[in-house]
């Protein structure tokens, strides 16, 4: 009983985090496969980016009806953030670990607290920001190019600190595509399919070596807490969305500081 236990409760953790804020799967999964479940890094590496890019996808096609996904726009950011993952990779050779992890906590900081104490959440220049036209899924080139920019540099900073994208993705598209809380957490679902797909093509060879009874209970509790995470966010306000997931970023900072320091 506790076998099938602890990875399922472990997968609705991840689930009900991914569902309600559009993030954190990757970067709560991978501890508990790793310290819970008795995982490999790298084994847990693979199996993080299969559960959370199907469970994200789950997620997305959850929400399609009620006009909250932008597909467009998070494809837009999603392929950007796969460009970005080498430049990430590069700039990551020349720093340490404990730095990288630092200065993630920094940024996640700045984040935290500008969704916290800023009404409208972060705000790009006037010059970055575009009008989101994506709800009937069009987006104006000119949009498109600065999407993709931002997904270049949200994929950047991702494989720069090891995380996954959502923690970023989310208040880049209130910042620049203009979308509101709910909207931006549920169009990141859309980018971290395809950043998590991408990086899942890389690690299938380590992902068809593992049993897959524990992953695919994960993934079982995963998909309910996706489920479930969604339909709490619906019933949700805005503005304390916003709180709880800036409340939740700086929870992870702090996590990261007090371990680095």
């Not at 479940?37 to 997620?59: M, T």
Request: charged residues 10%.
């Amino acid at each position: 009983m506790v076998f099938f236990l602890a990875p399922l409760l472990c997968g609705l953790a991840v689930g009900l985090i991914l569902g309600l804020t559009g993030g954190g799967g990757a970067i709560l999964a991978v501890p508990l496969l790793v310290h819970v479940l008795g995982f490999r890094v790298k084994q847990a590496v693979a199996i993080s980016l299969g559960i959370v890019a199907i469970s994200s996808l789950y997620g997305a096609l959850a929400q399609r009806r009620g006009g909250q996904v932008r597909w467009g726009t998070g494809i837009a950011i999603g392929c950007g953030g796969i460009l970005g993952i080498p430049f990430g990779a590069c700039l990551g050779r020349g720093i340490s670990e404990r730095m990288t992890l630092l200065l993630f906590a920094g940024l996640m900081t700045f984040i935290g607290t500008r969704m916290i104490f800023s009404r409208r959440g972060p705000r790009a220049p006037r010059w970055l920001r575009c009008p989101d036209s994506s709800a009937e899924g069009f987006i104006a080139v000119q949009c498109g190019v600065r999407l993709l920019g931002i997904g270049v540099f949200t994929g950047t900073l991702s494989r720069l600190f090891g995380v996954g994208g959502g923690f970023l993705i989310v208040p880049a598209l209130i910042a620049v595509a203009g979308l509101g809380v709910a909207e931006a957490m549920a169009t990141s679902l859309v980018a971290i399919l395809i950043i998590s797909s991408s990086g899942l093509v890389s690690q299938a060879g380590t992902l068809l070596s593992i049993p897959l009874t524990v992953p695919s209970i994960f993934l079982a509790g995963s998909l309910v807490g996706v489920h479930w995470g969604v339909r709490f966010k619906g019933r949700i306000a805005p503005r304390l969305l916003q709180i709880i997931f800036g409340l939740l970023v700086l929870i992870v900072a702090g996590a990261v500081i007090v371990k680095n320091i």
